[in-house]
């Protein structure tokens, strides 16, 4: 059974511009979150999406969006983005009939903004 | 939310077995208490999760007290393969998972 995949895994952009990442989540799993990670901040959370609606919001500014497709798949999109915009990506997936709640997380997205 | 408190860094010799505690005092009665674990520029890989009684996988086992204020993941034999960032936390939903600093294991030859 695939796991979540993430793409880009490793993206350079500069400051100003947009980026958009993309995640196929674990078959069968409807509920989607992206969190970013940091080595100051740790793991934060972005938002989740269930059945294409964006169930919760962390706090990060309206910069940072999302959107979640019939098919699961979800991506999240930066935008104008900054020096400080420069981590790890990750989306997880949950709610697999077997799995439930357990959160299963991608390899990431590694976002370098220059 | 509930908060949880580890050791920041650990040492194993290879094919022992390690145990990393968990501290989870405030968590509530419904939570259940997760690990994970991280090697670097990898995402979080899952481990083991539990409510009140002890849990094995392949992986690990998971031992909560009795009173649930904490736990330790037990890997029984461990190998360099397993040296990484150990996270545990407590909770349910995506926008409940708060990782700490974790514990950095390193397993040794």
């Known amino acids: 059974k695939a796991g979540v995949t993430q793409t880009p895994r490793y993206l350079i952009k500069t400051r100003g511009q947009q980026v958009t990442l993309s995640c196929s989540p674990i078959s069968g799993h409807r509920s989607v979150s992206w969190y970013q990670q940091t080595p100051g901040q740790g793991l934060q959370f972005l938002f989740e999406?269930?059945?294409?609606?964006?169930?919760n919001k962390g706090n990060f500014p309206g910069r940072f969006s999302g959107r979640q497709f019939s098919n699961s798949r979800s991506e999240m999109n930066v935008s104008t983005l900054e020096l400080g915009d420069s981590a790890l990506y990750l989306c997880?997936?949950?709610?697999?009939?077997?799995?439930?709640?357990?959160?299963?997380f991608g390899e990431g997205s590694w976002l370098t903004v220059v | 939310d509930a908060k949880t408190t580890q050791p920041p860094s650990m040492d194993c010799a290879e094919g022992r077995a390690a145990n990393l505690p968990c501290n989870h005092s405030t968590i509530s009665g419904n939570e259940y208490v997760y690990w994970y674990r991280q090697i670097h520029s990898q995402g979080p890989q899952y481990i083991i999760h539990g409510l009140k009684n002890n849990e094995t996988n392949e992986m690990a086992s998971l031992i909560i007290t009795e009173d649930r204020k904490s736990s330790t993941l037990i890997l029984p034999h461990a190998t360099l393969r397993d040296t990484a960032v150990y996270y545990c936390m407590s909770g349910q939903g995506a926008q409940k998972l708060v990782f700490g600093q974790g514990t950095r294991l390193t397993i040794n030859p």
């Open positions: 999406y269930f059945s294409e609606t964006q169930r």
């Open positions: 997880a997936s949950s709610g697999g009939q077997v799995t439930g709640n357990t959160i299963y």
